[in-house]
T-cell receptor, first 109, second 115 residues
Framework: QQPVQSPQAVILREGEDAVINCSSSKALYSVHWYRQKHGEAPVFLMILLKGGEQKGHEKISASFNEKKQQSSLYLTASQLSYSGTYFCGTDSNDYKLSFGAGTTVTVRA | NAGVTQTPKFQVLKTGQSMTLQCAQDMNHEYMSWYRQDPGMGLRLIHYSVGAGITDQGEVPNGYNVSRSTTEDFPLRLLSAAPSQTSVYFC??????????????FGEGSRLTVL
């Protein structure tokens, strides 16, 4: 079952922050985050494993609350290069990585 | 390194025709998978494999077959194409951690149109 992402879209000015949420109805073992630019393949940002781990990638970080079956991606001091569609992927230790519908982020100068 | 290579990049089929989307990786990854991407629906898992000779179904396997005879190759077969299979297809590979995939490396995608 696909996880649910929110919001569907967000528009930011350079330097602003945003949060993207990802929730699942299943118990989660890992959460992946990817970014896709228009016409390109998704690119890996980070993976969080069961244990409430938080990771970072430049000014992009994420948290994973396994009890709530939720993860959040934090975009801090956004840059123009952060524009794209962000996908969370979740699995329940069963090799079936399911992706959400995506959140489109537009960063304007 | 070539990474994950998909062919063809574009294909137009008529309803009922068959074809194979090729996927090859040169990173010695055990885990390989196929996704389809449709507007507003994200990426949906079709089939996956955790090693040569081992494949399993994902969320939307109907109408597709796969095989994994070598670690490098993971072809996706459409036996009788239907307009509902018009989509962009991505192959991805990763190292295999216990119970799941690691960082996925995606191919450039194959855009398929079924008339």
């Amino acid at each position: 079952q696909q996880p649910v992402q929110s919001p569907q879209a967000v528009i930011l000015r350079e330097g602003e922050d945003a949060v993207i949420n990802c929730s699942s109805s299943k118990a989660l073992y890992s959460v992946h985050w990817y970014r896709q630019k228009h016409g390109e393949a998704p690119v890996f940002l980070m993976i969080l494993l069961k244990g409430g781990e938080q990771k970072g990638h430049e000014k992009i970080s994420a948290s994973f609350n396994e009890k709530k079956q939720q993860s959040s991606l934090y975009l801090t001091a956004s840059q123009l290069s952060y524009s794209g569609t962000y996908f969370c992927g979740t699995d329940s230790n069963d090799y079936k990585l399911s992706f959400g519908a995506g959140t489109t982020v537009t960063v304007r100068a | 390194n070539a990474g994950v290579t998909q062919t063809p990049k574009f294909q137009v089929l008529k309803t009922g025709q068959s074809m194979t989307l090729q996927c090859a990786q040169d990173m010695n990854h055990e885990y390989m998978s196929w996704y389809r991407q449709d507007p507003g629906m994200g990426l949906r898992l079709i089939h996956y494999s955790v090693g040569a000779g081992i494949t399993d179904q994902g969320e939307v396997p109907n109408g597709y077959n796969v095989s994994r005879s070598t670690t490098e190759d993971f072809p996706l077969r459409l036996l009788s194409a239907a307009p509902s299979q018009t989509s962009v297809y991505f192959c991805a590979s990763s190292y295999s951690r216990a119970g799941g995939a690691g960082e996925l490396f995606f191919g450039e995608g194959s855009r398929l149109t079924v008339l």
